[in-house]
């Protein structure tokens, strides 16, 4: 650590220690709304990993005390951790039902920036007053694209109404005239400044945009001062179009203008190179670009057999064969018989597709810059994949408890600090989150070391995780003493710095 850092990290710690006496010296008298007594206080900024009493008034963390504090109601946390709540920033769950899920696996905010939305205000006021978590959204490259080839207007709109049309619609493997291209890039700078947190590219889903659209979208976000989040061009290990190219696009557009952009999952487009280009991206850091990625702890991913993704060549590219298939709708890996007929047929198509090994999930989550991230969508029965329910739990009592893959302050850093210091430029919220820290957004989760992991798994996917005991968002307890509270909306909109 050189002497910069090292700095910093004492004045933290004494903050921290100042903010510590502070409390302990002021709360003679002070009833507060609700006390944790005696939790073990892990924040991944200062350092903090002890013993305290934490206060919660309003919405904001009031006090955290080695001294014992007072509340209204007063909450056993002797033998939990408790944790700045985590942020998930690459979420396509958006249904209530898959909230309640990921509120017990210890989520307090999720981010749908991969892909995004448009329109943006729409999306925003759609959630206004109903969401039991925190919500954001990045302005939709793929969708804006596909509104503009529509004609715009009330055509352009009703072709977004299903969501998954744009990905199959002829429109996505065709260029933007120039035209259009500018008209995109004017409207994703309107979306940014309407509050959307940066821009989300589904790039590899509209195989139309070319690289010069794609450095264009990258310039508005530069312009912006915001971050582009991209699900990248390739995911193959052979060239040409492979996952290397496409990570070294997306190096070269961030240092060409200046733009942060967030490669999206890169366990599922790289396989067993990813561990070799997140270090490919921790050098371009090294030397000034403003690029990262983040993971998901889970071997498979999801895919459809009739997508592209399967043309001829597909066991190559993504180093897997058809045993490697798990079909969504039966549970049971694929028979060469099977995969042909899918591919066919008309039938329901979707697989879980088994191609990372326990070795490069370990090696990826060893990477310090490396965040962990769920890509989670609805939950869709026992057949469905279970990184929506499970994705955090996983990582605390699988990586940490049980295989010791990395410690545990460190692991929480991963899905707590570093989201929050990756978007805290550009989006006010963030300065707030993921710190358990007075004067903090009370976002807190509280878990039992000693249980916490997940239910879920491949075939049996919708299980609640286990120990979480507490989680609360904005000051309202969505999990109160390991079950789910009814009736509570607390989740607020999270937006960029250009709306409040």
Known sequence: MGRPRRAAALLLAAAALGADLSAAASQTGVVHDIVYKGARAIDPETGLDAVRDIAVDGDRIAAISEAPLN???????????????FIDIHSHATTREAARYQAKDGVTTRLELEIGTWPVPAWYEAKQGR??????????????????????????????????????????????????????DLLLEQGVREGAIGIGSGTQYAPGITRREM??????AAKTATCLFTHIRYGSLVEPDSTFEAVQENIANAASTGACIHVAHINSMAMRDAPFMAALMRDARTRGVDITTETYPWGGSVDAVRSHFFDPGWEQRWGVGVGDLQSRSTGKRLTQAE?????????????????????TIAALLKESSVMVASDGGRIEGPNGHPRSAGTFARLLGHYVR???????????????????????????????????????????????????????????????????????????????????????????????????
């Not at 450095?215 to 508005?220: C, E, F, K």
């Not at 039938?347 to 070795?359: P, Q, T």
């Open 131 to 184: 969401e039991l978590l925190n919500y954001g959204t990045s302005a939709g490259h793929t969708a804006l694209r596909y509104f503009i080839q529509k004609g715009e207007g009330a055509a352009g709109l009703a072709a977004l109404r299903d969501p998954m049309e744009k990905f199959g619609a002829k429109e996505a493997d065709a260029p933007l005239s120039d035209a259009m291209g500018k008209r995109l």
């Open 71 to 85: 509340g209204r109601r007063m909450i056993d946390a002797h033998g939990l951790v408790a944790s700045p709540g």
């Open 215 to 220: 450095l264009d979208v990258t310039a508005v």
């Open 339 to 359: 995969f042909d007929a899918l591919r066919r047929g008309t039938g329901d198509d979707g697989v879980i597709m088994h191609m990372n090994s326990e070795a």
């Open 402 to 500: 049980e295989a010791g893959t990395l410690g545990l302050v460190e692991a929480l850093g991963k899905i707590t600090l570093l989201p929050a210091r990756r978007l805290e430029a550009f989006v006010p919220a963030m300065k707030r989150k993921g710190r358990l820290q007075p004067g903090m957004d009370a976002d807190i989760v509280l878990f039992d070391p000693r249980t916490v992991g997940t239910r879920a798994t491949y075939g049996d996917a919708a299980r609640y995780s286990d120990g979480f005991r507490y989680v609360m968002v904005n000051g309202v307890l969505v999990v109160d003493h390991g079950a789910l509270v009814e009736g509570v909306s607390p989740g607020g909109p999270v937006y960029s710095k250009y709306k409040s």
